[in-house]
């Protein structure tokens, strides 16, 4: 795991410092606390106190809420108005992030009935945990400050699939692959019919495994101001399924037509 934890032994300070290197120094100077000589700084430093009181449950009832909204079609489109892109120009202070699959059916702010900041995401084949996914949930949670960080799987996926049939595979996919194999293996021990499934389950639970390991991201868990949860999108329903982790019950609200609340109780499976 060493070499997929590059930046397991930085400092908070010199991520900061790379950090302003790669995404510009706006961002750096709003991370520090700095403050700029513009209206939207302050509405970007509003938002970010705001997050601060989130928890890692919130994050998740949160989350989960959004995609009860989007599975009965009850969206609410929150922070998608040109008054939000105001708000987030100057600032990102994203309450959860995802390492998610690149596959197209799977748009996380959609599929959470989220908006612009909101969520910070990561997105490659195979949802896998890679150097270069792993130094950017560092990022997205120590310096950005998400709560949550969900490794969300999806039926049906290619690149599970693809491990499963093995095979020589050209340029880059290898490496992809190679980071499936694991959970493709563990997957073959399990009971049940459906291979592929288990196998994707089985898949995401080694990649928030792998995310555990990063020393920054492990150090969060420890201190609870972050959670690491797995999850399973189901394409034909839309419905998001939890997969790992000793979680708290948390609350779905759905507003029903006379906008009463009806508050339903769910736990995740230990």
Do not use: W
């Not at 997957?187 to 019919?193: C, D």
């Amino acid at each position: 795991m060493n070499e997929n934890n590059k930046l397991g032994n930085l400092s908070r300070r010199h991520l900061i410092k790379y950090g302003g290197g790669f995404l510009g120094t706006g961002l750096a100077a709003t991370v520090l606390g700095s403050n700029l000589n513009h209206p939207e700084s302050v509405v970007a430093q509003n938002i970010v106190a705001q997050n601060k009181e989130v928890t890692p449950d919130v994050a998740l009832q949160k989350l989960m809420e959004g995609n009860a909204r989007f599975v009965e079609q009850k969206h609410q489109r929150p922070n998608q108005d040109l008054a939000r892109l105001t708000e987030v120009a100057e600032s990102q202070a994203p309450y959860a992030a995802i390492l998610g699959c690149a596959d197209s059916r799977v748009p996380s702010e959609i599929v959470f009935d989220q908006g612009v900041g909101d969520l910070f995401v990561c997105r490659v084949a195979g949802n896998v945990a890679s150097s270069e996914e792993i130094g950017s949930l560092e990022f997205g949670t120590m310096i950005l400050g998400a709560k949550l960080i969900m490794v969300l799987g999806h039926a049906r996926c290619g690149a599970v699939q693809a491990t499963i049939q093995g095979g020589r595979f050209p340029g880059q996919i290898a490496s992809i692959i190679d980071d499936i194999k694991v959970g493709v293996e563990r997957a073959q021990r399990e009971p049940g019919t459906n291979k592929l499934e288990l196998a994707i389950k089985a898949n995401v639970k080694y990649q928030v495994e792998q995310l555990n390991q990063s020393a920054i991201i492990g150090d969060l868990v420890d201190k609870g101001q972050l959670k690491v949860v797995g999850a399973y999108y189901d394409l034909s329903t839309g419905e998001v399924t939890l997969l790992t982790g000793k979680l708290l019950d948390y609350l779905v609200v759905e507003i029903t037509t006379n906008r009463q609340l009806i508050i339903k109780k769910q736990i995740s499976d230990r």
